[in-house]
């Protein structure tokens, strides 16, 4: 049985008022039966990890694939792991667009942090050229095997499926669509890793308080990488509350 995750991405976005969102889903959701994870800017991991947080987990948005050196402005696995994080969210499409990121980097990058004793949330998804064109399983399925790696294990690492063209969008695939796509990321899984059945798959782009049950009611998602919605503790409670449903 795979423990649910809903997850919250926050981008560039928080300052230290936004400490008080966490206290507020933290009494909200002092014993939740999923897992509930904020990856706030690096700027405040270590504040919010001290923080009252109740059961919520903190992690970081991305790391530099070497432990040191000459790197300005980048943070290493071990940096995070010591500034109180647990995760890291690795090869998401604006780290991927922004930056260059490609399947070698983010696949180097979650070595690094499985290493650092960090959960890795590799990220993956098409561009809404790439699904009209019809590849979307072969674009999925390429970044699966160049990103995640050979050390990847269902209690170190998770995937997210997230549809570029749904970021941010207020549009969502379909829910055969999601099916098709957490099912292939399944076998595909299968394919490499003898305990495939236990990782967890998420979906993100676009997931809010209203559409989060029917999301979580799909083959094969097992919680949620959230934007916009994890920001406010109201909106992301409703996500953990329509996740402790499913
Ligand atoms: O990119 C996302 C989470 O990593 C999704 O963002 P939104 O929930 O704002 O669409």
Redesign the pocket.
């Known amino acids: 049985m795979r423990r649910k995750l809903a997850a919250g ?1 926050w981008k560039m976005n928080g300052t230290g008022d936004s400490l008080a969102e966490i206290r507020a889903l933290a009494a909200a959701h002092a014993a939740p039966t999923c897992e509930v994870l904020i990856c706030p800017p690096a700027t405040l991991i270590a504040r919010m990890a001290a923080s009252e947080r109740g059961p919520i987990m903190v992690g970081g948005q991305d790391c530099h694939q070497n432990a040191s050196g000459a790197h300005t402005g980048d943070i290493s696995a071990g940096m995070l792991a010591h500034a109180g994080a647990s995760h890291v969210i690795l090869g ?1 499409s604006e780290r991927r667009a922004d930056h260059g990121e490609d399947n070698a980097l983010v696949r180097a990058k979650a070595e690094a942090a499985l290493g650092a004793g960090l959960v890795a949330v590799i990220c993956v998804g098409e561009t809404e050229a790439e699904r009209d064109a019809g590849q979307t399983l072969s674009v999925i399925g390429t970044q699966l095997a160049g990103s995640v790696p050979d050390e990847a294990t269902a209690s170190n690492t998770v995937i997210a499926y ?1 549809p570029v063209w ?3 969008t207020g549009r969502t695939p379909t829910l055969d669509q999601i099916a098709e796509v957490h099912d292939f990321m399944r076998g595909q899984l299968a394919e490499r890793f003898d305990d495939a059945e236990g990782f967890r798959l998420l979906y ?4 809010k308080p209203s559409n989060a049950a029917e999301i979580f009611a799909v083959s094969n998602v097992d919680g949620a ?5 994890s920001l406010k503790a109201a909106d992301f409670g409703g996500i953990i509350t329509a996740l402790d449903a499913a």
């Open positions: 991405n998401h997230e749904a970021i941010g993100g782009g676009s997931v990488l959230v934007g916009g919605a």
